[in-house]
């Protein structure tokens, strides 16, 4: 599995360099929830970190999925062999878009390496260690958010550095935050439910998710809709979806999750009637048959969260 990752690692970080030539978002593309920035500007929450992001590239994509990538620097005396950081990605106004954890380890470690939060995958550092004053290429994914506002800076609220002789340096933020992730994408019932919609259909909510990871409720924002639809997603979400909790300084909370849950005809047609600028998790279910039209699929259905599919898992 990390292989894996670190492959699919290394091909972002190859095309990233290229897709854009200054830190604006590119109002006149098309597509107005493709955010491509290089050399964002990225500072620390904390005065004297061992170690410094530079040269900071990221893409915020349609279908919630991010891909952060930068050079990490020691600025500390010892070699380092592993990291994990969370980056809150920021707007002009100062207002958090998303907090993205990255966790990276030199290859000998990466097995026994165990990140302070849940990380799509471990990246593999590209050494055994990163050297004093040295910089080493780290990068990331992290899925769900989907956002129509791109940021203009990047805060480090914690870093967490393990040196080669097995020390480790943690600094942090006073109330550093990450947000629920999912720590499975559950498959969709082989049957077909009955609430499922036949035709396209967006729906916004909050899912509320308790200091466990349990889902308690589905509160959606037109609660006079399709009753049958909403009671199904409702149970459906409660019934099926855990996730790895919300956050604060380190400790689980409870949380709410803004979510816009889609039932697109087909994996292109991923366009809103109403445009939502704000930052959102985004949970779509397609039919396989509009996925797959060659294949015999029937009305069955698939579950992705930004760009994870059905039966990924986060650690």
């Known amino acids: ?23 604006k978002f ?35 994509t349609e279908t919630g999925r991010a891909w952060p990538a930068f050079h990490f620097r020691n600025l500390a005396s010892s070699p380092i062999q592993a990291l994990a950081l969370v980056i809150e990605y920021k707007d002009k106004a100062g207002r958090t878009i998303e907090s993205v954890p990255i966790a990276a380890a030199s290859e000998a470690i990466a097995q026994q390496f165990k990140s302070p939060f849940a990380v799509e995958g471990v990246q593999h550092l590209d050494r055994a260690a990163i050297q004093p004053g040295s910089d080493a290429v780290v990068g990331g994914i992290r899925d769900g958010i989907r956002t129509g506002s791109c940021p203009t800076h990047a805060v480090v609220t914690y870093m ?36 499922l919609p036949t035709v396209p259909v967006s729906l916004t909510g909050k899912i509320k998710i308790n200091s466990s990871g349990r889902v308690d409720d589905v509160v959606f924002q037109s609660p006079n809709g399709d009753a049958n639809l909403l009671d199904g997603l409702r149970d459906f979400m409660k019934q099926n979806w855990s996730f790895h909790p919300a956050l604060v300084d380190g400790k689980p909370t409870a949380s709410e999750l803004e979510t816009l849950f889609r039932f697109p005809t087909h994996a292109s047609a991923l366009s809103d009637n109403e445009a939502r600028w704000s930052p959102v998790t985004l949970i779509q279910m397609f039919r396989r048959r509009d996925l797959y039209p060659d294949q015999e699929n029937g009305d069955n259905f698939t579950v992705t969260y930004g760009g994870l599919s059905e039966g990924s898992t986060i650690r």
């Open 26 to 60: 590119e109002t006149q593309s098309p597509n107005p929830y493709l955010c491509r920035l290089e050399e964002l500007p990225t500072s620390s929450a904390f005065a004297n970190p061992p170690g410094r992001i530079e040269k900071h590239s990221i893409v915020f």
């Open 160 to 195: 967490m550095i393990q040196f080669q002789d097995d020390t480790v340096r943690i600094l942090s933020e006073p109330g550093w935050q990450l947000t629920a992730v999912p720590r499975y994408i559950p498959r969709a019932p082989e049957i077909v439910p009955n609430w």
């Open 1 to 23: 599995m990390l292989r894996a990752y670190a492959a699919t690692l290394a091909l972002c970080l190859v095309v990233l360099p290229g897709l854009a030539q200054d830190s």
